[in-house]
């Protein structure tokens, strides 16, 4: 094996399992979930809501190709270690926190009520699979792993629009 195939091998891996928190033990979808909301806050702090979407998109076609290269020849197209669909999802799901703290001015830590919202409603719809989350889970490939999980981060950002919206109609 050539030194360029050991090292995509061993990229897809790292990439795959995002840097080992799928490895974590129980429950790993939501240990990933977990692991991406401190790359997501360095991601905002220095390259704001447009360095956000351009790193979602780059974790979005980069998973792909790892999930493709781990699950390559396997029964188990979404096996519960590759977590680097929750990264995409979870970053997804906090789009409208990352905007909003933009938009503001404001630090995006202040807008906290806005992450545990994006989490919870990201991990509800990942676990759940409503709709089109099932749907594209059943694809059975490594496009649909990645893409219910895309899915989810959307259903969930509406969500933290959605809540969003009512908090500051009800409350201010």
């Known amino acids: ?31 990933g979930s ?5 790359v997501f806050l360095l991601v ?9 979407v351009l790193a979602t998109i780059s974790v979005i076609f980069i ?9 390559r020849g396997k029964d188990d197209h979404d096996p519960s270690e590759i977590v680097i669909d929750e990264v995409a999802g979870m970053w997804i799901a906090l789009f ?9 001015g404001a630090p995006i830590l202040a807008l906290y009520p806005g992450w545990i919202a994006a989490f919870l409603a990201f991990r509800l719809f990942d676990i759940t699979k409503p709709g089109p989350v099932g749907w594209a ?17 959307i ?5 933290v629009i959605a809540l969003g919206v009512a908090y500051h109609a009800v409350i201010l």
């Open 1 to 31: 094996m050539s030194t360029l195939a050991k090292f995509s091998e061993q990229a897809s891996k790292h990439i795959a399992v995002f840097f080992g928190a799928g490895l974590i033990k129980p429950a790993p979808g939501t240990w």
């Open 34 to 38: 977990l692991a991406a909301l401190p």
């Open 44 to 52: 905002h702090l220095y390259g704001g809501f447009v360095g956000v």
């Open 63 to 71: 998973g792909i190709w790892a999930i493709e290269k781990e699950t």
């Open 96 to 104: 409208p926190v990352s905007y909003g703290a933009q938009i503001m």
């Open 137 to 153: 889970d059943r694809r059975n490939d490594a496009l649909g792993v990645m893409l219910d999980d895309v899915i989810a981060g």
């Open 155 to 159: 259903m969930a950002a509406l969500t």
